[in-house]
């Protein structure tokens, strides 16, 4: 079965950097798109970033462009976002989520999050 | 960027009870449109991707309907288990934004 596990949270500096790391299982790893989405507490859903399946491909939110890097390693099927220059506005669980193959882009599996909190 | 509205923000509706929330995009995103539904606690899960394709194993009262701006997630007998909070989200154009949220009681 898909399993998607987040790891690399936890309490950083605001100006500090933190990098998560979400280990794939159950699936071709290296023929998905796959994105981080996060989730402030008591706040709605935000997208944060894309990578396409072999990496050639990039896109982040607006709020993260610059600080943030999304990147995979398809030999070890694990994806990692770095989180530079970190807010406290960054606040929140960070989930990775599976892109489906049937062309919609939409994200079919999620992780079960990583809580990452901003505080001095 | 593109963005997504819901309403309402938030509704109360009871066992059974037909239930209607709308997703307006602020341009054209064709059918790139999706649903997630999640439960206090947990992970999102996907309802309705392409405006109207039923994922696997998500029961048949959920449905959903709309293309261009304007689209609809309708539950069509409401079930208790069906309190969550509810998000469109388009997949049109990165960034893939997602509305704001539509939080669900039951009465």
């Known amino acids: 079965q898909v399993q998607l596990v987040e790891s690399g949270g936890g309490v950083v500096q605001p100006g500090r950097s933190l990098r998560l790391s979400c280990a794939a299982s159950?699936?071709?790893?290296?023929?998905?798109?796959m994105h981080w989405v996060r989730q402030a507490p008591g706040k709605g859903l935000e997208w944060v970033a894309i990578i396409w399946f072999d990496g050639s491909y990039k896109d982040y939110a607006d709020s993260v462009k610059g600080r943030f890097t999304i990147s995979r390693d398809n030999s070890k099927n694990t994806l990692y976002l770095q989180m530079n220059s970190l807010r406290a506005e960054d606040t929140a669980v960070y989930y990775c989520?599976?892109?489906?193959?049937?062309?919609?882009?939409?994200?079919?599996?999620w992780g079960q999050g990583t809580l990452v909190t901003v505080s001095s | 960027d593109i963005q997504m509205t819901q309403s309402p923000s938030s509704l109360s509706a009871s066992v059974g009870d037909r239930v209607t929330i709308t997703c307006r995009a602020s341009q054209s995103i064709r059918s790139y449109l999706n649903w997630y539904q999640q439960k206090p606690g947990k992970a999102p899960n996907l309802l309705i991707y392409?405006?109207?394709s039923l994922q696997s194993g998500v029961p048949s009262r959920f449905s959903g309907s709309g293309s261009g701006t304007d689209f609809t997630l309708t539950i069509s007998s409401l079930q208790p288990e069906d309190l969550a909070t509810y998000y469109c989200?388009?997949?049109?154009?990165?960034?893939?934004?997602f509305g704001q949220g539509t939080k669900l009681d039951i009465k």
């Open positions: 159950g699936f071709t790893f290296s023929s998905h798109g």
């Open positions: 989520a599976r892109e489906s193959l049937g062309g919609y882009d939409c994200v079919d599996y």
């Open positions: 989200q388009q997949s049109f154009s990165t960034p893939y934004t």
């Open positions: 392409a405006a109207s």
